[in-house]
């Protein structure tokens, strides 16, 4: 059986990565993910750490922004499916790249946000293949795109609402 390359991208500040994991994991589904550094200051500072100092902040923030996607266009062209979750508290612009990205490589790419994000993302949300709430809406459709099984719904669109 095939196993499923998912790359997970976006928020860094809850456990929705662990969520979806375990999910994959209790229905058996065959699975690898991937993700971006999930380190902040390690993200932030890599540029700086291995290239050098740099004393203006922009040059600062765009060599390791250039290293960071090194990484995540690797792993998003790679990927079979990729899952782009924007959080509540901070404003994740490099997952509206990286959503961006996955949809220009024909990636089939599945939006996770609350409904307070819905306008703000709308654009973002028409590109994607599926839109949802909670991380449990994203095993269930796993399961159903490797499987084509409803069986075990864990009745996440409840648990949305």
Wanted: hydrophobic content about 40%.
């Amino acid at each position: 059986m095939k196993t499923w390359k998912l790359y997970l991208s976006g928020e860094i500040h809850t456990d929705w990565r662990e969520e979806i994991e375990a999910g994959a994991s209790a229905a058996g589904l065959p699975i690898e993910t991937a993700s971006p550094v999930t380190n902040h200051e390690a993200s932030d500072d890599c540029g700086v750490a291995i290239l050098g100092a740099e004393p203006n902040k922009f040059w600062h923030d765009h060599k390791g922004a250039q290293m960071n996607a090194i990484r995540t266009r690797t792993l998003i062209s790679e990927a079979d499916i990729v899952v782009v979750r924007f959080g509540e508290k901070y404003k994740q612009w490099n997952a509206a790249f990286d959503a961006g990205y996955a949809s220009a490589l024909g990636k089939p790419l599945i939006i996770l946000h609350g409904p307070d994000h819905q306008h703000a993302l709308k654009e973002v949300d028409a590109a994607a293949l599926a839109v949802c709430e909670v991380p449990a809406q994203v095993v269930d459709i796993l399961r159903y795109v490797i499987r084509g099984e409803l069986d075990g719904y864990t009745g996440s669109k409840a648990a949305a609402e």
